[in-house]
């Protein structure tokens, strides 16, 4: 088997196993932005916190996080940790927001994926990954997110060799629903990741507890109609 047809079976039998993940746990666009932030390096209960606080102080906004000083921003947050290096990322995006889309997220929503990319990667505290999940969650662009839980699963499986790169993994997650019209392609990874990130959480750790796991290397072998 190909190993993005692989990949997609991988996918359907986590939406089968667990059901549709309805990502990403927040209220808006920008609230995303801030989220995928503050998670780096941080459990999402830490994150939670420090999103109870913006939005107590009203800084879940654009308007209310390029009106906070860094230092008051910087506390808000602290509760994720990394806060100072935190506070000026969250700081530098608004500033280029401002610079190059006139304030509004949907202006840079609106670029090509690729130069969208390009602005966000630029920005201090944006690796690919953050890039990748601003891009889809939050401005609804057909990319990839791979993250430590998704390359576990391909190189587990056999799909990639242990030493892949963070971009022949986004291609391979990528192929997995090539040729699919370009809203559906946002649905699918905006699910795909969610439930690669649900499979890691219960079974696909650091040492992969594979009893009871949905892509047990049983339950991927194929139907015997499928075999050629
Ligand atoms: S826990 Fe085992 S079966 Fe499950 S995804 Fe990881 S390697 Fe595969």
């Known amino acids: ?11 359907t039998r986590l939406l089968t196993a667990y059901g549709p993940q309805r990502w990403w746990p927040a209220e808006t666009a ?17 994150v939670e916190k420090s999103i109870a606080n913006l939005a ?4 879940l906004t654009i308007d209310g996080l390029r009106a906070v000083p860094e230092d008051e921003l910087r506390t808000l947050i602290r509760p994720s940790g990394y806060m ?35 602005a966000l990667l630029r920005l201090p505290g944006v690796g690919p990954e953050t890039a990748d999940a601003i891009l889809l969650y939050a401005l609804g662009h057909p990319v990839a997110v791979v ?22 993994i986004q291609s391979l997650a990528l192929s997995t629903f090539a040729g699919e ?40 072998t194929p139907p015997p109609d499928a075999i050629p």
């Open 56 to 59: 107590a102080a009203h800084c």
């Open 30 to 46: 920008f609230e995303v932005v801030i989220g995928a932030y503050l998670t780096q390096n941080t459990s999402w209960r830490a």
């Open 84 to 118: 100072i290096r935190k506070a000026a990322a969250l700081k530098a995006f608004v500033a280029m927001l401002d610079r190059d889309h006139a304030g509004r997220l949907d202006l840079l929503a609106a670029q090509r994926t690729a130069t969208a990319r390009e």
């Open 1 to 11: 088997m190909k190993p993005s047809a692989k990949l997609h079976r991988i996918y």
């Open 147 to 168: 993250d430590e839980y998704l390359r576990r699963v391909v190189t587990r499986h056999g799909m990639l060799p242990a030493k892949a790169k963070y971009l022949e």
């Open 181 to 220: 019209p370009i809203e559906s392609h946002v649905r699918h990874h905006n699910e795909f990741h969610a439930l690669i990130v649900e499979v890691g959480k219960r079974h696909c750790g650091p040492t992969p507890r594979c009893a009871g796991c949905p892509l047990a290397e049983k339950a991927l």
